[in-house]
């Protein structure tokens, strides 16, 4: 089994010495994502997870405080965040410090990285709903794990262990960094040949996934800083932030 937030310790622990140098500029918290840019501009996004949305009623005490603090501090709500809206943070702030220059960008459609067969069995945790159709034109077989009922009917804790047992193809949200809940879902895989972390959340650094069955990262970089921190600040989400990312894929 993998150790609960494994994952974000490692990004820490990488990006700890860059945080060093750099200061905060400024953060906007968004109804779905949260925006970090750093003094030198570049930006990074991380989604606001569901349960905020749903259940958060306070407010962040250090409010006013963030312009101009040191991005170490800032990083440490990776390891240190008292709740997920200070893990989110915690992700843009990495996001934004990670070196993004020798990225591939492809604006090539998820599935198509994954080579699906028919009578493929691929699980999906977190619905991504652009992508069942395509999938499902494949022949494989789709079974999807949400959290919120309100998107999709829940299945039992022995049908979701199923379908990652038995999967070819596991595709994981890379909100379930923020939820806590990626190192149980890794650790319940049997031996899928493709695990892909993605969604603009995602960390695009490889180095922290070793000695895990991923396989693919696909996230995104902010290619326009300024616009997309205006559409974070006004509630936008993904289809209105989309023009001002840059679509990357990894292969680990």
Same mark, same amino acid.
């Given at each position: ?11 820490? !622990?990488?990006?700890?010495? +860059? %945080? ?6 400024? $953060? ?18 991380? %989604? ?9 009623? !306070? ?11 040191? &991005?170490?501090?800032? $990083? ?11 893990? %989110?943070?915690?992700?843009? +702030? ?15 459609? &998820? ?11 691929? &699980? ?8 069942? !159709? ?7 077989? $789709?079974?999807?794990?949400? !959290? ?7 299945? =039992? ?5 199923? %379908? ?9 949200? &890379? ?5 806590? +809940? ?42 326009? =800083? ?27």
């Amino acid at each position: 089994m993998y150790e609960h937030g494994s994952i974000l310790n490692r990004l820490h !622990k990488q990006l700890e010495r +860059t %945080a060093k140098n750099r200061k905060i500029a400024d $953060l906007r918290v968004g109804l779905s994502y949260v925006g970090v840019m750093l003094d030198n501009n570049a930006v990074g996004i991380a %989604a606001v997870p569901r349960d905020i949305k749903s259940k958060w009623r !306070k407010v962040l005490p250090d409010a006013g405080r963030y312009a101009g603090a040191s &991005a170490v501090d800032i $990083l440490k709500y990776l390891i240190e965040g008292e709740n997920s809206l200070h893990l %989110a943070i915690g992700l843009a +702030t990495a996001n934004a410090l990670i070196d993004h220059t020798s990225c591939e960008t492809e604006d090539r459609e &998820a599935t198509t990285y994954f080579n699906l067969e028919p009578g493929e069995k691929v &699980a999906m945790v977190g619905l991504f709903a652009p992508l069942v !159709k395509r999938i499902r034109l494949t022949g494989a077989i $789709l079974t999807v794990i949400e !959290k919120n009922p309100e998107r999709l009917e829940l299945l =039992s804790p022995e049908k979701k262990q199923q %379908a990652l047992r038995d999967c070819d193809v596991a595709i994981i949200t &890379a909100t379930t960094l923020l939820n806590g +809940t990626f190192e149980e879902i890794i650790g319940f895989l049997g031996k899928p040949r493709s695990v892909s972390l993605l969604g603009p959340s995602t960390p695009l650094m490889p180095a922290i996934f070793s000695q895990t069955p991923v396989t693919h990262l696909g996230g995104s970089v902010v290619a326009d =800083s300024t616009r997309a921190m205006q559409i974070i600040s006004m509630g936008g989400g993904t289809p209105a932030l989309r023009p001002y990312l840059r679509f990357v894929n990894l292969h680990l």
